[in-house]
């Protein structure tokens, strides 16, 4: 099924401090653990992650530190800062009290 590109706009945060709660990732690695735990429904291309990881950088939830892989590859690791990890909970409350109500409305007759 196809997500509609705004639904996505209002939850990437959230999904991605939600990925980095678990550990620091690059780049290319939160774009395949986003696609592998959603079974594909979260197939969203670089245009969209990166923008969105230097605005979570630029609010200071997230930091960002180059490293060289063995293969001779610099890559880029992001993780949580402090409050990276109090907004991911705040964040994730919000959400699990946002999808209830929406599903209390949807599912009623």
């Known amino acids: 099924m196809e997500i509609d590109t705004q639904f996505l ?3 990437i945060s959230l999904l991605l401090l ?3 709660s678990r550990g ?18 979260f197939d969203f291309k ?3 992650l ?5 605005q979570l950088e630029k609010k200071g ?4 530190e180059w490293r060289t892989a063995e293969n001779g590859r610099k890559r880029k690791y992001y993780s949580l800062t ?8 705040a964040y994730e ?3 699990q009290h946002l999808t209830g109500a929406m599903a209390a409305i949807l599912e009623s007759k």
Do not use: C, D, F, M
Not at 50 to 54: D, E, K, R, T
């Open 24 to 41: 620091e990732l690059y780049g290319y690695e939160i774009l395949q653990e986003a696609s592998r735990r959603s079974a594909n429904a």
């Open 18 to 20: 939600h990925l980095l």
């Open 9 to 11: 706009k209002g939850s």
């Open 82 to 89: 402090p409050k990276g990890k109090k907004t991911a909970v």
């Open 61 to 64: 939830q997230i930091k960002a």
């Open 50 to 54: 990166y923008p969105a990881l230097h």
């Open 93 to 95: 409350r919000q959400w």
């Open 46 to 48: 670089e245009g969209t």
